[in-house]
C-alpha cells in the first residue's frame, strides 16, 4: 500500500540553524501539506501547496518557514532560523484532491519528523 | 473563535465491550469530518470521515454519528481490542486545512 514517507525521523539542530525536513508524498497525489504537533497537543495546519505553489498558510508559516517541490517527489519544509518553540513534530501530508473540489479529502499522514531545537 | 474539541480527554474501556469518542465543532458551515487514529510516535491515521449531508456512516467496527443540529460528531468503536488504545481525533475540512481537535486517549483495558 503507497504511503507518505518523511526524512529524518529526528532531527536536533542548534537554535537559529537551519533544518530542511524532507517528505515523499504518495505518487499520485497532487495537494500536499505541513503540519506540526508540540508535544501533548493536538495537530496543526502549516501550509498547502498544489501545482508548484501554496494554496493555503496559517500564522504559524511565517517568513521562516518555506515549502518547495524540487523534483517530482520530494517535498521540503525549510525554516530558515529555528526558534526553541519550533521543536516538534512535523507532519507531511498529501491527498489526491482537495476539499473545494471533491465530497471527500482524505489526507494520508507521514510518520512524521521529531525536531528538536536546543 | 470556530474551533473543534473535544468533550474528554481520556476515556478508559475494557476490551470487548464498545468505545465511544466524542467531539463538538463551533463552525456551522464545516461540512466534512475525519476521524483520525494516532499511535504513540506516530502520525494520524485515517479512520473514517463523513459529509454533513450524512447523519452516519459505518466502517469496518467504526461508526461515526453526525448531529448537524448540536455540532456533534462521534465516533462509536464496536468490540474495542488492546489495538485500538491510541489518542483519537476529530477534525474539520476546511478548504485546504485539516482543522483538529485536541485528541481523545483511549485506554483499552484486558
Known amino acids: 500500500e503507497p504511503e507518505v514517507t518523511q526524512t529524518p525521523s529526528h532531527q536536533v539542530t542548534q537554535m537559529g540553524q537551519e533544518v530542511i525536513l524532507r517528505c515523499v508524498p504518495i505518487s499520485n497525489h497532487l495537494y500536499f501539506y505541513w503540519y506540526r504537533q508540540i508535544l501533548g497537543q493536538k495537530v496543526e495546519f502549516l501550509v498547502s501547496?498544489?501545482?508548484?505553489?501554496?494554496?493555503?498558510k496559517s500564522e504559524i508559516f511565517d517568513d521562516q518557514f518555506s515549502v518547495e517541490r524540487p523534483d517530482g517527489s520530494n517535498f521540503t519544509l525549510k525554516i530558515r532560523s529555528t526558534k526553541l518553540e519550533d521543536s516538534a513534530m512535523y507532519f507531511c501530508a498529501s491527498s489526491p484532491t482537495s476539499g473545494r473540489l471533491s465530497a471527500y479529502n482524505e489526507q494520508f499522514f507521514g510518520p512524521g519528523t521529531r525536531l528538536t531545537v536546543l | 473563535g470556530e474551533s473543534v474539541g473535544l468533550h474528554l480527554p481520556t476515556l478508559s474501556v475494557q476490551e470487548g465491550d464498545n468505545s465511544i469518542i466524542n467531539c463538538a465543532y463551533s463552525?456551522?458551515?464545516?461540512?466534512?469530518f475525519i476521524w483520525y487514529k494516532q499511535e504513540s510516535g506516530k502520525g494520524p491515521q485515517f479512520i473514517i470521515d463523513?459529509?454533513?449531508?450524512?447523519d452516519k456512516r459505518q466502517g469496518q467496527r467504526v461508526t461515526v454519528l453526525l448531529n448537524k443540529t448540536v455540532k456533534h460528531l462521534s465516533l462509536q468503536i464496536a468490540a474495542t481490542q488492546p489495538g485500538d488504545s491510541a489518542v483519537y481525533f476529530c477534525?474539520?475540512?476546511?478548504?485546504?486545512?485539516?482543522?483538529f481537535g485536541k485528541g481523545t486517549s483511549l485506554l483499552v483495558t484486558p
Open positions: 501547496f498544489y501545482n508548484n505553489e501554496i494554496s493555503e
Open positions: 477534525a474539520e475540512n476546511s478548504g485546504y486545512a485539516l482543522n
Open positions: 463552525n456551522s458551515a464545516s461540512d466534512y
Open positions: 463523513i459529509r454533513s449531508n450524512m
